[in-house]
């Protein structure tokens, strides 16, 4: 049927004011339509998506979507105007397509809302009735809403609710527009009456805080105008229901014009992107007016019987997670809702109700499954799609042919991806993600992996969020495809990178990106900051990336011979600027320069190191800190626990210099500070401790001489010191403690020889050697030993 074979029902305007994402509102825009059979359908909504608006009946456009404009210079600025299934915009465009009848947006331009900016439009974005467009300089941020300077904001349907008695809006809206429209007799009476509720409204509060509504509502009123003109008086407008009376006011056309002259304008691109029912939501940051997606699709979709299909819902949900539901719960919470919603004087159960109910009978009283049905079913994670056909910047479409031959769909959903880097698929899986990171795109973020922690393996928690397609819009100034756009904005940060770190840091995401192109620009910035940067500091942030990135080169096959060179250089000059940088600092600078030298360490030790110069350097070093009186004391016992983990410090020697440390004449703060450095943080000090007595007799000999009034000075040092060590160790050194001196001697201070409960007091050599014949037969070795199972230099044979 065509609107041309029906005589029209009117012969003026017909304004359909509607609440956005709506389902009772897109029923009775439909039931409408049908009855009134118009020449035109109008939407609120920008002029610029007209051409858009035959893509809405492509059979691979999917709900939600929205319709994204961005100014063309700087895609950051961007606007969306989402569109759900149950949104009577949306309703009112399939219904004028199906019965081939011409249909425009009427809204204001957006290449005037992006100029006006935040300030000046989102205001008017997030009313209840409002356009549904998010407006903002950028799409970083979620733009709230804020009305003009000075004005009082009003949200009508949260006054019309406060007026018949509700607190909530929400439930009002349910019991007067969801559960009656649908039964109304006269298809055109529910929009009579909230015509005439939003007339009293704006006769009462003006513009209602919004000042800049008339600019739009003027631009509303001269399409409807051209509109008549071209189809006859007979249109359909259908608009948020606060602007019907003003759409319905006489007005000049000169008056209007004169509304909109001077409005500032920028040159403007549009599109469809898939949106969400999350962001749908109002928590999400997006003023889409709506709180529940998810029950307000189920309550368009459901033909009938809402109530039982829901709980149907919720029980397979339920029953997913492992929870007993029976059809017995299902047919009870049912009834409950029934019950609850006679009590509370509503036409039927509403949200409200049918969760109470699922509280009572499906979750006995508990709030935690309530969570997971609001999260999966009253929101939802329902991800819309776009046809292939609606225009996108070619960045984007090499995107899509990417996610494509990788086999990686965009979800709505937190999902985890674990990679083999050793696969083809994995590893470019892995350079895509990485790429887009770079480029700004997070649809990927680095996890934690379940499985092996080796290199060859990556992690990754992968979630597609609408405002992506603004990241790639705005990626797509630096080429038309991910390799391109992030091999150059690459080499732009490389060079205008602030610190030596930042570079460094660039070089590692490079390699893991895989951009040879990208690499030498890089590694030359990288060559000619670390040449002037004399920061040790500076230096020792900027080498962990760079050893990273020489094991991502390995692992990935990548030629990262510059990178080499560079990073043993940076080592280098590290081991001749450190010990004179660790002199003379302040307790916060003796803190940040003990977490440089864990870096240093960690990253020496993945360096290559052929003939093992390098290290022995940097052992020295570690030697010098550790040994030097006007070195910081948390430096100086960090510098002999990495010597002593390494095997470079014999436990004698450690013993020693914890001696000197803690002798009568140390100041307590600094003693104190030693014993954080050695035995302190996740480095498995504490187990130190309960394997080697005599440094604990140490530190408790130390702690019982430290004089009372220092006491209290250098207790939070300790207690932050042993607070980081697994509770079964803090227990084992308190029962080591507790047992008071050994062997009658004077006190702990003294060289212990007795050992944890369930060990012997000393090696027994012979029982150890009865282990060395098995150990030769795992490692496969015939290490020639003395009779004792050691070789010359004391080492275990195998192990050594």
Request: aromatic letters at 4%; glycine letters at 10%.
């Amino acid at each position: 049927m065509t609107a041309s074979s029906t005589p029209h029902a009117f012969a003026t305007p017909l304004l359909l004011g509607v609440r956005h994402h709506g389902p009772g509102s897109a029923r009775a825009v439909r039931a409408a339509l049908e009855a009134a059979t118009p020449s035109a359908v109008l939407i609120e909504g920008p002029p610029e998506g007209d051409a858009l608006l035959s893509l809405a009946a492509d059979p691979d456009m999917r709900p939600p979507v929205a319709l994204l404009a961005h100014v063309m210079d700087d895609p950051g600025r961007a606007a969306f105007w989402p569109l759900a299934d149950f949104s009577p915009e949306w309703v009112a465009i399939r219904w004028a397509q199906q019965h081939q009848v011409p249909v425009r947006f009427i809204d204001l331009p957006a290449a005037h809302l992006l100029a006006m900016g935040e300030e000046e439009t989102a205001a008017s974005e997030e009313r209840e009735d409002g356009p549904g467009a998010d407006v903002g300089p950028s799409a970083r941020s979620d733009p709230e809403s804020r009305p003009g300077p000075g004005a009082v904001r009003i949200d009508p349907i949260g006054v019309l609710a406060e007026t018949a008695g509700y607190d909530d809006a929400e439930r009002w809206w349910e019991d007067v527009v969801e559960h009656r429209i649908s039964g109304s007799a006269d298809a055109l009476a529910p929009f009579t009456a909230l015509a005439e509720a939003m007339g009293v409204l704006r006769n009462t509060f003006g513009d209602g805080g919004f000042p800049h509504d008339a600019a739009r509502e003027a631009s509303m009123r001269i399409q409807l105008r051209t509109a008549q003109k071209d189809f006859g008086p007979a249109v359909a407008v259908v608009c948020g229901a606060w602007h019907v009376p003003a759409l319905a006011a006489k007005t000049t056309l000169a008056a209007d014009r004169a509304l909109l002259k001077g409005l500032p304008k920028v040159r403007t691109e549009m599109t469809w992107v898939p949106w969400t029912h999350r962001r749908l939501g109002r928590r999400s940051g997006y003023g889409a007016g709506i709180e529940s997606p998810g029950w307000y699709g189920h309550l368009f979709s459901a033909a009938d019987r809402p109530v039982e299909r829901w709980m149907t819902k919720v029980a397979q949900l339920l029953r997913g997670e492992d929870r007993l539901i029976s059809s017995a719960h299902v047919i009870e919470a049912v009834r409950l809702a029934g019950t609850l919603a006679a009590m509370r004087g509503r036409p039927l159960p509403g949200l409200t109700e049918t969760t109470d109910a699922i509280r009572a009978v499906m979750c006995e009283g508990s709030d935690l499954p309530l969570a997971l049905i609001h999260d999966r079913l009253v929101v939802g994670d329902v991800l819309g799609e776009v046809p292939d056909t609606s225009p996108a910047v070619p960045l984007q479409r090499d995107l899509t042919r990417a996610q494509r031959s990788l086999r990686l769909k965009p979800e709505a959903i937190d999902r985890e991806l674990d990679l083999d880097l050793r696969k083809e698929i994995d590893a470019a899986r892995s350079r895509m993600l990485h790429r887009l990171r770079l480029l700004g795109v997070h649809w990927g973020e680095p996890a934690a992996g379940r499985g092996s922690t080796g290199t060859f393996r990556e992690s990754w928690r992968l979630r597609w969020e609408p405002e992506l397609a603004v990241r790639v819009a705005e990626a797509g100034v630096w080429g038309t495809t991910v390799l391109s756009a992030a091999t150059a904005k690459a080499e732009a940060q490389a060079i205008s990178a602030p610190a030596l770190s930042a570079i460094t840091a660039l070089a590692e995401e490079c390699l893991l990106a895989e951009l040879p192109d990208a690499l030498p620009v890089v590694m030359r910035a990288l060559a000619d900051r670390a040449a002037l940067d004399t920061d040790v500091g500076h230096l020792a942030q900027a080498l962990p990336a760079l050893a990273r990135s020489l094991r991502y080169g390995d692992v990935r096959s990548t030629d990262s011979a510059s990178l080499d060179e560079v990073a043993v250089g940076l080592a280098e000059r590290i081991c001749v600027g450190l010990p004179p940088a660790c002199t003379g600092l302040d307790t916060d600078g003796a803190q940040q320069m003990r977490t440089h030298l864990d870096a240093v360490h960690t990253a020496i030790g993945l360096l290559p190191d052929g003939t093992g110069e390098l290290r022995d350097r940097w052992a020295d070093v570690l030697g010098r800190l550790a040994r030097h009186d006007s070195v910081a004391g948390v430096i100086r016992g960090r510098a002999a626990r990495l010597l002593l983990d390494d095997g470079r410090l014999a436990q004698d020697a450690a013993a020693l210099l914890m001696a000197l440390a803690l002798s009568p004449s140390a100041p307590p703060a600094d003693a104190a500070a030693w014993i954080e450095g050695f035995v302190g943080g996740a480095s498995g000090g504490g187990m130190l401790l309960v394997h080697d007595e005599r440094l604990l007799g140490l530190i408790d000999g130390w702690l019982i001489a430290v004089p009372a009034d220092a006491f209290t000075d250098v207790l939070p040092l300790l207690r932050r010191t042993f607070s980081a060590y697994q509770p079964g160790v803090r227990r084992t050194l308190g029962e080591l403690v507790g047992r008071g001196p050994a062997d009658g001697r004077p006190g702990r201070a003294a060289a212990l020889e007795t050992s944890a409960p369930g060990f012997g007091a000393g090696l027994d050599t012979e029982r150890a050697d009865a282990v060395l014949p098995v150990l030769r037969l795992i490692l496969g070795e015939g290490h020639a030993t003395d009779g004792h199972g050691t070789d010359g230099n004391n080492d275990l044979v195998g192990v050594g």
